[in-house]
C-alpha cells in the first residue's frame, strides 16, 4: 500500500490492484475536472456556479445505472448522437414539464389533474372523470369518435360525417345540409311517430304512429312506390288496392 497522510489521517491510499481509495472527501476545486477512461473519455466538474457531466468521445452514450436487488439495471441514457434522453423506468417529475424558451408551452401536474398548455392556455385539461376541451377538436378523414368498439362518429368521404351504432351506419349529414338516416326517424319526445322507408328505387314510405292500448306502432299514411306507377296511399293500411 502507498499512504498519503493528511493532518494524521490516513486520506488516500493506493492498494496492490491499484486501486485509490478516498478516507476522506475528495476536493477539486472551480474549473479543476475528475477525468475517466484511459483517452479521457469523461469528465465532471464545477465552475463555481454549474456542475458539468460531459463526454469527450463523439456518439459515445451516457449511462446511469442502479443495482437492483443484485441486477444491474440501466436506469437513464443519454444518446451521444442526438443528445435524446431515454429513460428506462417510471419518471417522477413535480409540477410539471415546460418547454425551454417557451414558457406558455408546457404540461402541468396537480392532484389526480393534468393541463396541457399552448400560448399560454390550457388547451386540454384532464382529470379523474372527465376530458376538458377549450378549443376546437381536429381529426383527420378517416380518423374516429369512439365510444365504445362499435359506436364511432367518423368523416369517412369529404364533407360527409357519419355516425355508426352497433358499426353499423346509423345516420349520414353532409356539407348540403342534407340528412340521411338508415332506418326508422322517430318524431317527439316519447317517440309517438316514426317514419320509415326501405333502401334502393320503388320502395314504400309509411307514417306509423304509437297505439298505446295495443302498445304497439299502427300505419296512418302508406305510400305505395313498389307497384311503379300505381300512385296507391293507403291510410290506415300497408296494403291499398286503390289508387289515390
Known amino acids: 500500500y502507498m499512504w498519503l497522510l493528511g493532518s494524521g489521517n490516513k486520506g488516500l ?42 463526454n469527450n468521445v463523439d456518439s459515445q452514450d451516457m449511462i446511469f445505472k442502479v443495482k437492483v436487488g443484485s441486477t ?5 441514457r ?27 408551452n408546457a404540461i402541468i401536474f396537480g ?7 399552448t400560448g399560454g392556455t390550457a388547451r386540454l385539461t384532464l382529470n379523474n ?3 376538458i376541451f377549450s378549443g376546437d377538436v381536429k381529426l383527420s378523414q378517416g380518423k374516429k369518435i369512439i365510444f365504445n368498439g362499435d ?20 345516420l349520414t349529414l353532409d356539407s348540403s345540409q342534407n340528412t340521411f338516416v338508415n332506418g326508422k326517424l322517430y318524431l317527439g319526445s316519447n317517440n309517438n311517430v316514426n317514419i320509415f322507408t326501405s333502401d334502393g328505387y320503388n320502395r314504400n314510405l309509411e ?15 302508406f305510400l305505395d312506390g313498389v307497384t311503379t306507377g300505381t300512385g296507391r296511399v293507403g291510410i290506415g293500411t300497408t296494403t291499398p288496392s286503390y289508387n289515390l
Open 13 to 54: 491510499y493506493i492498494n496492490h490492484s491499484g486501486n485509490t481509495i478516498f478516507s476522506e472527501n475528495a476536493h477539486l476545486l472551480d474549473d479543476n475536472s475528475l477525468t475517466l477512461g484511459t483517452s479521457e473519455d469523461a469528465q465532471i466538474w464545477n465552475d463555481g456556479s454549474n456542475t458539468y457531466f460531459r
Open 72 to 76: 444491474d439495471t440501466e436506469a437513464l
Open 78 to 104: 443519454i444518446d451521444g448522437a442526438t443528445a435524446t434522453v431515454s429513460v428506462n423506468s417510471t419518471l417522477y417529475v413535480g409540477s410539471g414539464v415546460r418547454h425551454e424558451g417557451d414558457a406558455d
Open 111 to 117: 392532484t389526480d389533474t393534468q393541463e396541457y398548455i
Open 129 to 131: 372523470t372527465d376530458a
Open 151 to 170: 359506436t364511432y362518429i367518423t368523416e369517412e368521404a369529404a364533407d360527409k360525417i357519419r355516425f355508426y351504432t352497433n358499426d353499423t351506419l346509423a
Open 207 to 221: 307514417f306509423n304512429m304509437y297505439d298505446s292500448t295495443a302498445t304497439a306502432y299502427r300505419t296512418v299514411l
